[in-house]
């Protein structure tokens, strides 16, 4: 049981890299459920406070089930820290004193305007500036194909899930993005019903959601090249985020008639620490902040 809330100045650090001590890594998720629970009751933070801690958090519960954490034994231990940090009431000396902990960790947090979150098989970017046409991108290096979340012009505020390809060839006629339904299948799907396997591989269509790209658009990439933009709908972020961050997506790009080669284009992302750096890129813009950039680093 942990029945303090000693939060270390480096609360706001992003999560430590694969290699970590699983059980440091363990302490700080902990000590994150914690703040955060006493946040709902209390309404400790501010809405970039809340958005930096959560994303702390969200990655270093990303690390524990990649080192293999018993999520049972993760939801169990979450259930009883929470409930012992919102009983302890929203004055407690504790309370009061990891909440400044929090503040003043995160004055300069709020100065970083990139960072990177690695996994087992990828790494997500994650930019809070307005002028990153993406907020939150992975690329898979055998096509150049994009997928992410990039800002709508005009509205910096606002995103839109997208897989984003070299504009070369024939338009597909269509994009799929490939998903495990929770509704279908409780458990995470870890590359086969047995459990995790070596090969990174999205949920089958029988226990998977499937959502169609309902828009195609004519964009650019940074450097003036040519590129399509296949968005899909809002609601398949939210599903995104309830899965387990070592599951899989797959985009399938499906031809057009009139190309000479039929066969659809598969391509896996890894789904990673996707809430993660989503949280870190809504981060508002610190006032008068310095820009600064940084690649995840150890506690």
């Given amino acids: 049981m942990v029945s303090r809330l000693l939060i270390p100045s480096l609360l706001l650090a992003v999560a430590a890299p694969a290699l970590a001590d699983p059980a440091a890594v363990r302490r700080t ?3 994150r459920v914690a703040i955060s629970a006493a946040d709902e009751t209390c309404h ?3 809405e970039g406070e809340r958005l930096a ?3 702390g958090l969200y990655q270093a519960e990303g690390e524990l089930l990649r080192a293999k954490t018993n999520p049972a034994e993760m939801n169990r231990l979450r259930a009883q820290v929470s409930d012992h940090a919102k009983s302890l009431g929203c004055g407690h000396p504790e309370v009061v004193s990891v909440s400044a902990t929090v503040r003043n960790s995160y004055r300069q947090f709020a100065k970083i305007t990139y960072l990177e979150y690695p996994a087992a ?3 997500w970017g994650a930019s809070r500036s307005e002028h990153d046409r993406w907020a939150v991108s992975q690329i898979d290096k055998t096509t150049g194909l994009m997928f992410g979340l990039r800002r709508v012009p005009g509205d910096p505020d606002a995103t839109r899930l997208v897989v984003a390809m070299p504009a070369a060839g024939v338009t597909p006629a269509s ?3 490939i998903f495990r339904d929770p509704e279908k299948l409780a458990e995470p799907w870890l590359g086969s019903l ?3 396997s070596a090969k990174l591989a999205a949920a089958p269509r029988s226990v998977a959601r499937i959502e169609w790209a309902g828009k195609v658009m004519a964009a650019k990439d940074e450097v003036g090249n040519p590129i399509w933009l296949f968005a899909f709908n809002p609601s ?3 599903g995104l985020e309830q899965l387990d961050p070592r599951e899989a997506v797959q985009v399938n790009l499906n031809p057009a008639a009139r190309a000479k080669d039929q066969k659809p284009k598969q391509i896996t992302f890894e789904l990673g620490d996707f809430r993660a750096a989503r949280a870190f890129s809504m981060i508002p813009k610190a006032e008068d902040a310095p820009a600064q950039t940084a690649a995840a680093e150890a506690h």
């Fill in 29 to 31: 998720w902990l000590e």
């Fill in 44 to 46: 400790l933070f501010s």
């Fill in 53 to 55: 801690l959560r994303s």
């Fill in 121 to 123: 098989h990828s790494t």
């Fill in 175 to 177: 994009a799929q993005l």
């Fill in 194 to 196: 047995a459990g995790a």
């Fill in 236 to 238: 398949a972020i939210e």
